[in-house]
């Protein structure tokens, strides 16, 4: 959240399966932070897990050391609103149902 480079050294973003394992507050201050130290124009890609059904969900093993920390579960309606001060440019799913956010920064 405090990201130490200074002066917008940044021109690209690649974040992929990071942003939904942060609650949705520190999801909102992490991008605030890294608007901090892109350039105008920077574009990023942003990959967000699948949004798992309940049976999805319930069919993680127990053992599974991510099963109770993963999985804040953007709603597709969430997902812009999660890159706020970005401009989406381009939304796709994966065959596995990743969702891919390609946005830019316009500074």
């Known amino acids: 959240m405090a ?4 002066g917008r050294p ?3 973003v690649l974040a992929a399966l990071v942003l939904d394992n942060l609650s949705r507050a ?5 991008v605030r932070a890294l608007s901090t130290v892109v350039r105008a124009g ?3 890609f942003f990959v967000f897990n699948p ?3 309940p049976a999805e969900l319930a069919a993680i093993p127990e053992d599974n050391p991510t099963k109770g920390c993963m999985h804040v ?5 969430e997902l812009a ?3 706020t001060g970005w401009s989406v440019m381009r939304y796709g799913s994966s065959a596995e149902r990743f969702r891919l956010i390609e946005a830019t920064f316009p500074g």
């Open 42 to 44: 920077t574009r990023g």
């Open 51 to 53: 949004v798992l059904t």
């Open 81 to 83: 609103t999660c890159l």
């Open 73 to 77: 579960v953007y709603e597709e309606h």
């Open 3 to 6: 990201l130490p480079f200074r």
């Open 10 to 12: 940044f021109d690209g």
């Open 26 to 30: 520190d999801c909102a201050q992490a």
